[in-house]
Each structure stands twice: as C-alpha cells, then as structure tokens.
C-alpha cells in the first residue's frame, strides 16, 4: 500500500515546488477499498498510512466474491463524492468463505477507469490462504490467474497451505521501483560500493526494518522434500477431504446445509431448524444460529475437532478446514460422526 501510495502521489503531483503541500491536500481524498470479505489487513494498513478505507459490500447472491459490476457502481459513486480510489484489494479465497473476486472483471472495469480518468487503482491479490493451490494447474485455468499479470502485488502465506511452518509471506511486486521509492532514505553510514554499483539487491529498501529474517532455507527444504510432484498431491488431497466431507453432510439434509463451499479446502455449514418448525423466518434464523453456535462450542469442547466460525448475511456458519498435513480421510469420517451425534443432542435439548 506505500509503494501504490507513492505510484499515486507520483504521478498526480510529479516532483514539483508545491508537492508537499498538494500532497496533504490529496491525501484526504485517497481512498483505499476493499469488499465486505476483504481480510482486516487491508484497513489495518490503510489505517497505519493516515488514509480512507472504505467497503463495497458483498453477500450470499454474489457468492461473497466482489464482482466486476459492483466495483464499477462503486467507482461512480466515488467520483461523485470527489474521492480518488488509489489501491484495491482483490482476493483469492477470502477468510470467511474461500471465495475468489472475480480478477477478470475487475481488470476490466479499471482499465476503463485509467482510460477514463488517467488515473490508476494499484490492484492487490491477495491469496494469503488459497494462493498455495496455484501450483496445481487446474487451479490456475479455473480461477483465470493469467489476469494476475496485469495486477500489481500478490502475497501468499506459505506458512498457511504449503508445509511451511510461520512465518513465509510471499509478496511479489509487479514494479519494485515504486517500493524502492517509498522506503530508501540514504544514510552516509550504508554507502557501499556493491550497492552504487547495483551488484546487491538492498531488502532494507523494500521494507520498514534494515535487517530481515533468513526464511528462504525452511522454504528450500519444504521444496527439495516434496518436489512440485509432492507439494500438489498435497494441495489436491487436501481439497479431496474437503469435498469428501460436503458430500457427508449430503447425506443429512435433515441436519446440515453447506452455506459455502467446498472451497480451497473449505467447508462452512450450519445446523438447519428443526423439522416441521413453525415461525416467522426471523425466528427461524435465529433459532438455527443459537443451535449452530451450541453446536460448535460442543464440537471445539469435545478436544476431538477444531473449527471456527462465521456469520454470513446474519447466519452463524461453521468453517471447517481441511487443509492440514496431518488429517486423512479416516479424520473426516470421526468428524462428521461427531458432528451427527453432537447436532442431534443439540437439537434434542432444544425441543
Ligand atoms: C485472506 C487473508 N488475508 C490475509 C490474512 C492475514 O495473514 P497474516 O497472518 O500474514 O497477517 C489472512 C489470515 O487469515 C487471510 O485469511
């Protein structure tokens, strides 16, 4: 987000007389965004710069990904307030539900923008979770990643999907040089010859601290053991419980809905009402929702599973997450049979 910031106050302002003061003026109309389902570091960071966060909403009808269309009326909107969007975040498997923003759409929606406006909104992917699954390349077909090539960053967490223990952020920059821009300051005391001559690559200018973390061994470990073979044969098994699991939970409609998924691993349910339930939809809602949560406290209390959870358009879900080295199918099974007998003792102390 600094180096989109200083891209942005680049090009509207240059290196003029009046930058310093113009820039203060301009900042308060920056504008960072983000859908409803973005990860909270993205207001985190806009909050740490000074600057205007604001959310396009999403929902269940657009399956909580942020579409074309929508950052398209948002734009609109935001032009009629006189606000400069500079810095989007597009995500590829949001927290919640494992959703992917539709890249396509929206690449297409800003580069109206620039060509209307002159103006560029650096575009951000953010695939923390489900970036690992890029390896495989039915992945990259589906989810249509060549369109990344036309974005500006992309971070993903290594240390989340791909057998790497925390930490392993991997941010990619499409144009260092605006990160470079934003970070160098020089300092007498770092004067060398190798950096003068461009013979190093000087991490302390693309990040606040001068001295970094040596990562890249575990990560060439984790590579050299499993090989690109290995590594996606974990990602797919991975992705094979999950769907394993949405298929039990088929199997007891009378118990479960699947509200989102199965997705990069992910499944989010809840318990549905019970049958032959009368009532406003309301009651209905909340009803489900007092037994989903009793259900996953019950489950998270058992010791046996561990699942988090969620509220999607005012409905409690259950996320439950297959992606660990460790679990096999025979886990799946013991989880959903556990699931069975906790929703049905839920449900029998409610009556
Ligand atoms: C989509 C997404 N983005 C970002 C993050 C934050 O990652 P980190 O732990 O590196 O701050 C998460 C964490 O769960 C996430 O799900």
């Given at each position: 987000?600094?180096?989109?910031?200083?891209?942005?106050?680049?090009?509207?302002?240059?290196?003029?007389?009046?930058?310093?003061?113009?820039?203060?003026?301009?900042?308060?109309?920056?504008?960072?965004?983000?859908?409803?389902?973005?990860?909270?570091?993205?207001?985190?960071a806009a909050k740490i710069l000074g600057l205007r966060f604001e959310t396009i909403p999403v929902d269940g009808v657009d399956g909580y990904a942020l579409s074309g269309v929508k950052l398209k009326t948002y734009l609109v909107r935001l032009r009629e307030r006189e606000l400069e969007p500079f810095f989007l975040t597009a995500t590829m498997g949001t927290?919640?539900?494992?959703?992917?923003?539709?890249?396509?759409?929206?690449?297409?929606v800003l580069k109206a923008y620039t060509q209307d406006t002159n103006r560029d909104v650096w575009v951000h992917v953010d695939a923390a979770h489900a970036g690992a699954a890029l390896i495989c390349p039915e992945v990259r077909g589906k989810i249509r990643a060549n369109v990344f090539e036309d974005l500006h960053s992309f971070d993903t967490n290594m240390n989340k999907w791909m057998l790497i223990n925390l930490d392993a952020s991997c941010l990619f920059i499409k144009d260092r040089n605006w990160l470079t821009c934003a970070f160098s300051v020089n300092q007498a005391v770092y004067d060398n010859h190798h950096s003068e001559g461009g013979l190093v690559t000087d991490y302390r200018e693309w990040q606040i601290?001068?001295?970094?973390?040596?990562?890249?061994?575990?990560?060439?470990?984790?590579?050299?053991?499993?090989?690109?073979?290995?590594i996606r044969e974990y990602i797919r098994k991975t992705i094979g419980l999950a769907?394993?699991?949405?298929?039990?939970l088929k199997t007891r409609e009378d118990l479960f809905e699947t509200v989102a998924g199965p997705s990069f691993a992910l499944v989010v349910f809840r318990l549905v009402g019970k049958v032959g339930q009368e009532g406003a939809a309301e009651d209905k809602l909340s009803e489900g929702n007092k037994l989903t949560r009793s259900l996953?406290?019950?489950?998270?209390?058992?010791?046996?599973?561990?699942?988090?959870?969620?509220?999607?358009?005012?409905?409690?879900?259950?996320r439950f997450m297959t992606a660990v080295s460790t679990t096999e199918k025979k886990h799946i099974d013991m989880a959903f049979e556990l699931f069975v007998k906790l929703a049905e003792?839920?449900?029998?102390?409610e009556v």
């Open positions: 987000m600094v180096a989109a910031r200083e891209k942005f106050l680049h090009e509207r302002l240059g290196d003029g007389e009046w930058r310093e003061e113009n820039m203060e003026r301009l900042k308060g109309r920056m504008v960072v965004l983000g859908s409803s389902a973005t990860h909270s570091s993205t207001k985190k927290t919640d539900t494992c959703a992917v923003d539709d890249f396509e759409g929206i690449s297409e601290p001068l001295s970094r973390r040596f990562r890249a061994l575990k990560i060439w470990f984790v590579m050299r053991t499993y090989g690109v073979k290995g769907e394993w699991f949405e298929e039990l996953c406290d019950k489950a998270n209390g058992s010791g046996k599973v561990w699942v988090t959870s969620t509220v999607l358009d005012g409905r409690y879900a259950i003792e839920v449900q029998r102390a």
